[in-house]
């Protein structure tokens, strides 16, 4: 998006998801999806987790902090190729979820996943 010089303008949107248990997440986000982590954040050893995970131009914010997020959220992300994205998630044989691929008579077609924490992630290409 091109910003008017001296002028307001929104750009892009980066949701932030509650997160509960870092292993399970970074699996699930970093081996599964192979999202990439750009950054962590806490503001001592025992504070709860904040992170920035992204893939291409689509970024994340994931939290363990209380308020940030509400467990079981949905999210939907425009992709291309989605068919070959699905068969690769189906091949690595993740033990927590296979994904089905539905073509929707709203001309998409649609892989959803539910993270470890129960958001709703809606991958989709338009047909």
């Known amino acids: 998006m091109t ?16 997160m ?17 982590i750009d950054w962590e954040h806490r503001f001592d050893d025992d504070a709860p987790l904040y992170m920035q995970v992204s893939s291409g ?21 425009e992709m291309a190729d ?6 690769k998630l189906l091949a690595k044989g993740y033990k927590h979820a296979r994904p089905g691929l539905e073509k929707t008579p709203w001309s998409t077609a649609e892989c959803t996943i539910q993270d470890p924490a129960g958001n709703k992630i809606i991958f989709y290409e338009n047909l």
């Open 20 to 36: 509960f248990d870092e292993g399970k997440t970074k699996e699930f986000y970093i081996d599964f999806l192979e999202f990439g």
């Open 57 to 77: 131009p689509c970024a994340l914010h994931l939290s363990e902090h209380f308020g940030d997020g509400s467990p079981g959220a949905a999210i939907r992300i």
């Open 3 to 18: 910003m008017k010089p001296g002028g307001a303008g929104m750009s892009r949107i980066i949701p932030i998801l509650r």
């Open 82 to 87: 989605i068919e070959s994205f699905h068969a």
